[in-house]
């Protein structure tokens, strides 16, 4: 059975950092793309990290620069580092693999900006 956990999730002030974990099992982990995606209430879900089964990393303008991600295939784990943070970076963060058709999410964790 695969299973995507994700953790880390919180209130945190504006400018103050979290660090996201995606926890993984029941997949061969080592192969799959990861994604960190956000979502807002009416808003369509966001792409805000990538990283390859190679290590190849990728992020949108909005993340460039405060956001990274990173793996462990050892461990089977994904992180999203997350820096400088905004009150709009308020969002449920969810994680995705992906290797091929199959295609997996995590259940997502809350993240709040606010002072």
């Known amino acids: 059975q695969v299973q995507l956990v994700e953790s880390g999730g919180g209130l945190v002030q504006p400018g103050g950092s979290l660090r996201l974990s995606c926890a993984a099992s029941?997949?061969?982990?080592?192969?799959?793309?990861m994604y960190w995606y956000r979502q807002t209430p009416g808003k369509e879900r966001e792409l805000v990290a990538t990283i390859t089964s190679g290590g190849i990393t990728n992020y949108p303008d909005s993340a460039k620069g405060r956001f990274s991600i990173s793996r462990d295939n050892a461990k089977k784990t994904g992180n999203l580092q997350m820096n400088s943070l905004k009150p709009e970076d308020t969002a449920v963060y969810y994680c995705?693999?992906?290797?091929?058709?199959?295609?997996?999410w995590g259940q997502g964790t809350q993240v709040t900006v606010s002072s």
């Open positions: 995705r693999l992906t290797w091929g058709s199959r295609n997996y």
């Open positions: 029941g997949i061969l982990f080592r192969m799959y793309t």
